[in-house]
């Protein structure tokens, strides 16, 4: 008789995932509203129900085995159907619009990820998405054109009062497969940039960075697309600082490049105080960027 599948507990999976994605189980705990002890007993359980160990101390850390790694990418799955089938079991009568801004450099990850599931939870709920740049999306939520965007957010820029971080990611300098920084050193010339318009975050990192190296550099384009600066170097014209959000496969991150540093991301919120399904798109947008810190 073959034996039975181990069905794992959805809620040891679920503290798992998030005391791995939050860097520990005691931020799991007040995330999850339990008891870190109620946490330490799921991850022994799944430990069980595994047949091995799945983290290991790593002097004041615990990081995952082999076999945790495994488990962390099929967790992260299991607990992604089970939340979509929950939504969409109790998928609500919710009605009513919402317009959504965001940057482009989100449209191919965040879009897909996150309004398939919540136009399929809540069907009745009209999603408008616009992408454009930060300005623009700035500009539209004082005027009350967007219930919510998501944004770059500046250092020195303060948030408005409804509005929230959402956590901080690096800036990488990317360019092309072919990008030799050695040539530029040895003949002196200047490492062309692909930028957008003045003003940019993006822009002001790069020229920042490669200033307080002593690297000469010149704009070799600007666009006010970044499908236009992804084009630009296909073709071979240039670099550009950027996140990890929406990066072609065809491009490389250049690790030769000084540090440009890092950018926050903010979620704006409109003047009108967002509704009973606005507030479940808050809640997804939160739950997406946290899944990615």
């Known amino acids: 008789m073959a034996k039975r599948p181990v069905t794992f507990d959805a809620e040891a999976l679920r503290s798992f995932v998030n005391g791995i994605e939050l860097g520990s189980f005691v931020l799991a705990a007040d995330r999850l509203g339990r008891s870190t002890s109620a946490v330490s007993a799921q991850l022994k359980k799944l430990e069980q129900q595994a047949g091995t160990e799945l983290v290991q101390k790593s002097g004041r850390h615990l990081i995952l085995t082999e076999r945790g790694e495994i488990m962390l990418s099929y ?66 939520i004082r005027h009350n054109e967007f219930d919510l965007a998501v944004c770059w957010q500046a250092d020195d820029a303060p948030l408005f009062p409804s509005s929230q971080s959402l956590g901080r990611i690096p800036l990488r300098w990317i360019g ?55 084009a630009a170097m296909s073709a071979g014209l240039g670099v550009t600082v950027r996140t990890d959000f929406g990066r072609p496969q065809t491009v490389r991150i250049l690790n030769e490049l000084p540090e440009p540093g890092e950018v926050g991301i903010s979620l704006h919120q409109g003047q009108t105080p967002p509704g009973e399904a606005a507030g479940y798109l808050i809640q997804a947008i939160n739950d997406f960027f946290a899944a990615r810190r």
């Open 176 to 230: 092309p497969e072919n990008f030799d920084l050695k040539h530029y050193q040895e003949s002196g010339e200047p490492v062309p940039l692909l930028v957008f318009e003045a003003p940019c975050l993006m822009r002001n990192a790069a020229t920042t960075a490669l200033d307080k190296a002593g690297i000469p550099w010149r704009i070799a384009f600007t666009s006010r697309s970044l499908s236009g600066i992804w």
């Open 75 to 140: 967790a992260r799955r299991i607990l992604t159907l089970n939340d979509e089938a929950s939504a969409i079991m109790l998928a609500s009568t919710l009605r009513g619009s919402i317009n959504l801004g965001m940057q482009e450099d989100f449209g191919e990850a965040l879009l897909p990820a996150l309004l398939g599931t919540f136009t399929r939870a809540h069907p009745q709920v009209q999603v408008s998405a616009s992408i454009t740049r930060n300005q623009q999306l700035l500009d539209g």
